[in-house]
């Protein structure tokens, strides 16, 4: 009998705890959220004695632990998806800014008066785009032709502005 009321008042106890966090939820929207986990621990708390006879009481709660460690594992590997994308995209942006810096230099080598370079590229580190501000001398078809005969880049990937 004192495992029963034992029980019982750990139900009330639990269901008023419950209530009161349900009370003080800021937003309708987390409610219906608050109100179905509320909805899984009340009935896994109602179920567990009648598990207990049957000796299922272990089996359940490694269940519940196995979904919560596959449950962080999967968030994990999102996390680490987008750690590694993050990454890329930071590699792929200093690879341009890198080849914007070369094409600088082979520009002032050959003592061209050339104001920006721009280079973007794909995602497989291919060039797809180099855009050369030219000064006011007009030197960016040189520049252009050089970088086309060089590095064999195609004729619409250079533009001259």
Do not use: C, H
């Not at 937003?27 to 708390?45: C, D, H, P, Q």
């Not at 930071?90 to 080849?99: A, C, G, K, N, S």
């Amino acid at each position: 009998m004192q495992i029963f009321n034992n029980w019982i008042r750990s139900m009330l106890i639990l269901y008023f705890l419950m209530m009161i966090m349900l009370y003080f939820t800021a937003g309708e929207s987390y409610k219906k959220f608050i109100r179905f986990f509320m909805g899984l621990v009340l009935a896994l708390t109602l179920l567990r004695p009648v598990l207990s006879v049957f000796g299922k009481e272990e089996e359940l709660q490694e269940s519940i632990l196995y979904e919560s460690f596959s449950q962080r594992m999967e968030e994990a590997q999102l996390d680490f998806g987008r750690m590694e994308k993050a990454g890329n995209e930071i590699f792929l942006r200093q690879y341009e800014r890198t080849l914007e810096e070369q094409f600088s230099e082979a520009a002032e080598e050959k003592l061209l008066d050339i104001e920006d370079i721009t280079v973007s590229m794909n995602g497989d580190y291919e060039l797809e785009q180099v855009i050369i501000r030219e000064g006011l001398n007009g030197d960016g078809e040189t520049l252009r032709s050089y970088l086309i005969e060089v590095y064999g880049l195609k004729e619409g990937q250079v533009l001259v502005q």
